[in-house]
């Protein structure tokens, strides 16, 4: 399968902050979210993508497209989705189109006066008068009239309502009915990733820790929950983290199998969801 995106050892150093060798990829075809903490590096890595900042070292490839190189013919064919306002604030929408259409050669009017109405989006409002969610709602209104192949989010879904955001993410789904598309998307909220997500990239403190299919992720790791007097310092180190209370433990294991021989029958063996297994690596021992 063609990737959308390739992802190879780029590394970019701020004072303080360093995005480590990171890499990974996505197929034509796929929804990937982009999870981790704040300041874990989603939005550099995606300004990065976006040749908004430049990387130290490695290759990002959009398309099969060097996205230096090629960045003009890239962002003809990307919906770009940043959750920092790029727009002229003394501009009404409708005004605002005007001056992005024509950057777009395949800018469609009749998707973008759909969504607009989909949205509930007043054209003649000037963009200062707008609420966080409406402008978002209007950034993605212009990424998605001009026929993009693959669409960028940096966090869309913050300062949605919950309505809106399960629009969104319908919308999304939608979207992907279409294989040669592709989605990337950086979210804080799992559950939206729960929904709608195949991959899963999951970076912490600028380092990829995991980049999977969603489904087998999710099976290859298991909370392990049972009284504290099985605990010892050599069966903790089996663990990804654990959590302890006066009622007993409750750990994350990626050796389903090594726990099952260890414990036998006096835990209790559950299916993670992808908050727990996004907790229990950020903070180990919780
Ligand atoms: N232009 C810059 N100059 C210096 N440091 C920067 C710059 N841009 C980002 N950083 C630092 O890089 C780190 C990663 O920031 P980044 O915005 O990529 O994180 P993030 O994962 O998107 O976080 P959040 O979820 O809070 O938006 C942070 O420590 C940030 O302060």
Same mark, same amino acid.
């Given at each position: 399968m063609e990737n959308i995106l390739e992802i190879k050892n780029v590394t970019k150093t701020f004072k303080g902050f360093e995005l480590k060798n990171i890499g990974f990829h996505l197929e034509k075809g796929y929804i990937m979210g982009f999870i981790g903490p704040n300041g874990a590096g989603k939005t550099t890595t995606i300004k990065l993508i976006m040749n908004l900042i430049k990387r130290d070292t490695g290759i990002i490839k959009v398309f099969g497209l060097d996205n230096i190189k090629d960045e003009q013919c890239i962002k003809n064919r990307v919906g770009f989705v940043y959750g920092e306002n790029y727009f /002229? =604030? #003394?501009? %009404?929408l409708l005004e605002m189109k005007k001056i992005v259409?024509?950057? /777009?050669? %395949?800018?469609?009017d009749k998707q973008f006066y759909h969504y607009i109405n989909k949205f509930n989006? +007043?054209?003649?409002?000037? *963009?200062?008068?707008?609420s966080k969610g409406m402008r978002m709602k209007f950034a993605l209104v212009l990424a998605l009239s001009h026929n993009a192949e693959f669409i960028i989010m940096d #966090? +869309?879904?913050?300062?949605?309502?919950p309505v809106f955001r399960n629009e969104l993410l319908g919308i999304l789904y939608d979207l992907m009915?279409?294989?040669n598309k592709g989605i990337l998307f950086s979210t804080h909220i799992t559950t939206d990733l729960d929904k709608i997500a195949d991959y899963i990239t999951f970076i912490n403190n600028g380092e990829i820790i995991f980049s999977e299919q969603k489904d087998a992720l999710l099976e290859s790791y298991a909370i392990i929950k049972g %009284?504290?007097? *099985?605990? =010892?310092k050599d069966i903790m180190k089996e663990f990804v983290g654990v959590k302890e209370n006066r009622f007993g433990f409750e750990a994350l294991t990626k050796d389903i199998e090594k726990a099952r021989q260890i414990f036998k029958n006096r835990v209790i063996i559950e299916k993670p969801s992808l908050e727990d297994i996004i907790l229990y690596t950020v903070r180990g021992n919780v």
């Open positions: /002229y =604030d #003394e501009l %009404s259409a024509p950057f /777009y050669s %395949s800018w469609d989006l +007043p054209l003649n409002k000037k *963009i200062k008068a707008l #966090e +869309p879904t913050s300062g949605l309502d009915q279409d294989e %009284s504290n007097e *099985i605990l =010892d």
